[in-house]
């Protein structure tokens, strides 16, 4: 096996680890839901045994992320062609959904639970952007708005507006955002007659 493969696979140890620390999953519970056993998980995650394709997908398939972001594999040069989850130092994940280059560009977010104390630090940039809430409670502070938005609910928005977005006390969220250049606007329809799919 030559070195940089050599290098790469001895990262996934930590990597590992990690994310089951920071998911607070004990090595049993982890066996349970993957099918490898305890002992296997616990020689991975300390590097002392390399793991396999076969080892790797049901762990992938757990934590919610794809084998590349496992194996820290090289990215592409251009952000809006890589759809790997792009894990921050908040604690909080970006996965892109489009490889669009150019118009609007689909992300979702999940970001852990909050605190209520967070003080905010809006920021504005050119753009519009358009947010819908699938799971939990997000708030939204623009301008001078302090907002808290439920799954189902959506908002749109100038993004020279200062704006934050934020987890409350009350759990982790998730939401969807769409986020186009100055002056492109969402094309809204809505069903008005029960007998038609969509009406303008």
């Known amino acids: 096996m030559n070195e940089p493969i050599d290098q790469t696979l001895d990262t996934v140890g930590p990597r590992l680890k990690h994310l089951r620390l ?82 609007i560009q689909a992300y979702k977010f999940v970001l852990p639970t909050g605190s209520d104390d967070t003080l905010p630090d809006p920021r504005s940039h050119e753009g519009y952007d358009w947010a819908y809430v699938l799971n939990g409670t997000l708030r939204l502070v ?26 409350t006390s009350s759990g982790p969220v998730e939401y969807l955002s769409l986020i186009g250049r100055q ?7 809505a069903v008005t007659d029960p007998h038609d799919h969509i009406v303008h």
Do not use: K, N
């Open 22 to 103: 920071h998911r607070e999953v004990t090595l049993t519970r982890l066996a349970d839901e993957t099918g490898i056993s305890a002992s296997t998980l616990s020689r991975l995650e300390s590097g002392l045994r390399r793991p396999t394709l076969e080892q790797l997908l049901p762990l992938a398939r757990y934590y919610g992320v794809t084998i590349d972001s496992l194996v820290d594999a090289p990215r592409t040069a251009d952000p809006r062609l890589d759809l790997r989850p792009m894990a921050c130092s908040d604690g909080s994940v970006i996965i892109p959904l489009t490889r669009r280059p150019g118009g």
């Open 142 to 167: 623009l301008g001078d708005q302090d907002l808290l938005l439920r799954a189902g609910e959506a908002v749109e928005f100038d993004t020279r507006t200062p704006h934050w977005f934020g987890a």
């Open 183 to 189: 002056g492109e606007r969402a094309h809204i329809r």
